[in-house]
Nanobody, 131 residues
């Protein structure tokens, strides 16, 4: 059974940084693409960033491009989301997600950015950015 556990959320001020972590268990982590999504109160869940199985390919939502970075350490079964220059509009519950089935070379912004690509989700971690 695949399990994803996020951590690292918290309350910060605008302009601060945070690093979220997602630890996976239950299958071979390095075989699958991963992603981060977020959901603010009253809004739909939205794509934030995605990384392919090797870590060599990443994509970002326009709203976070240049401020957020995504990485993974396959030896530690862990994915990260480094967030810098945080804004109040970044306030949301952040979820990590794991690809349901390996797409491999077909990984793209469209596939990595689609919630339908992912079969497993974490419980979420709250990020609150005050102005």
């Amino acid at each position: 059974q695949v399990q994803l556990v996020e951590s690292g959320g918290g309350l910060v001020q605008a302009g601060d940084s945070l690093r979220l972590s997602c630890v996976a268990s239950g299958r071979t982590f390095s075989n699958y693409g991963m992603g981060w999504f977020r959901q603010a109160p009253g809004k739909e869940r939205e794509f934030v960033a995605t990384i392919n199985w090797s870590g060599r390919t990443t994509y970002f939502a326009d709203s976070v491009k240049g401020r957020f970075s995504i990485s993974r350490e396959n030896a530690k079964n862990t994915m990260y989301l480094q967030m810098k220059s945080l804004k109040p509009e970044d306030t949301a519950v952040y979820y990590c997600a794991a690809e349901l089935s390996p797409i491999g070379s077909a990984w793209s912004r469209a596939t990595g950015g689609s919630p339908g690509t992912y079969g497993y989700w974490g419980q979420g971690t709250q990020v609150t950015v005050s102005s």
